[in-house]
Each structure stands twice: as C-alpha cells, then as structure tokens.
C-alpha cells in the first residue's frame, strides 16, 4: 500500500521582475500567450483570482484536439506564491479525468512560488495528488518523466513570452 507521494518540484529561473512573472500567472491577456505543454494554443480562458475562485481553460492540441482544466484557487499571497487543486474538466468546469490516462489523479494539489532572483525570478512548483487511491498515486511517481517534459515545456513557452 503506497501512502506517501513525494512531491514533483521543477524550478525554473526567468529573466523578468517577479510582478511581470505573477501577471503572467493570473491574468488571462497574459495566460493566453503561453499557458500548456509547447504546440498547443489556450484557446478559451477565464480566471476568478481569489481563494474559491476557479481559473478554467481550454488548450487546443496542433490536431485540433481539446483538453479542458480547471484550477480552484486555496491561495493567493501576491506577488509570492499561488495553490491550486489542479483537475482536468469538461467544458462546464466539472472534474474529469485525464483524457489520455485514466488512472491519472483527479486532484493534485498545485504550489507555485515566485522568488526574486537578482534582476529575474525564481519559479518553483510544486505538485501532489490529493483524494488518490493508491494506483493513482504509482500512475504519479511513474509520470514524473512526461511531467518534466511538459513543465519544461510550459516553462519555455513562459520565457517566450517574457522576453517579448
């Protein structure tokens, strides 16, 4: 029986002033431009920046595929840090499962800091699942490979866009 799950952390530095980096975070004229694994586009997206509040977004695959995820927000320091329970969803907003591996966690329990590093930032998330079973939990600890990639990924659709 698995109970413990080791956190997947991926730190990143950029070269923007951690309030460039947090709007980047939380506004959707910015989320837009650089949200989701690299190839694919936000193609909708709304956010309620507040605790309870949900971010619930559409990404578009270059297939023309959709996947749909929502964030509900447990917490905001700005400019400092941000948790989520990040969930994949339907069009409503309603927790799904992964459309591509079913035995993913629902939920995993999201933390985002952003530390001033010199002239630039200083990113560090931090990702669990929460509410799983134990055969979710093994499916996590086996994903960690695609879960960096897709980080990585994210991230330097992120650096794109700060250096615009």
Known sequence: MKTDTAPFVITRSVGA?????????TEVEHLKHWWGPKGFVV????????????????????????????FLYREIVKP???????????????????PMAPGWPRELLTTVTFAEQGKGTLITVSWVPINASDDERCIFDEGRASMNQGWSGTFENLEHFLAL
Do not use: I
């Open 17 to 25: 002033p951690r309030a460039r980096v947090w709007q980047a975070w």
């Open 43 to 70: 193609a909708r997206c709304t956010v309620d920046l507040r605790p309870g509040g949900l971010m619930h977004y559409c990404l578009r695959a270059p297939d023309g595929s959709e996947m749909w995820g929502r």
């Open 80 to 98: 400092e840090k941000l948790v989520w329970v990040n969930s994949f969803s339907d069009e409503q907003g309603g927790v799904t499962r992964h």
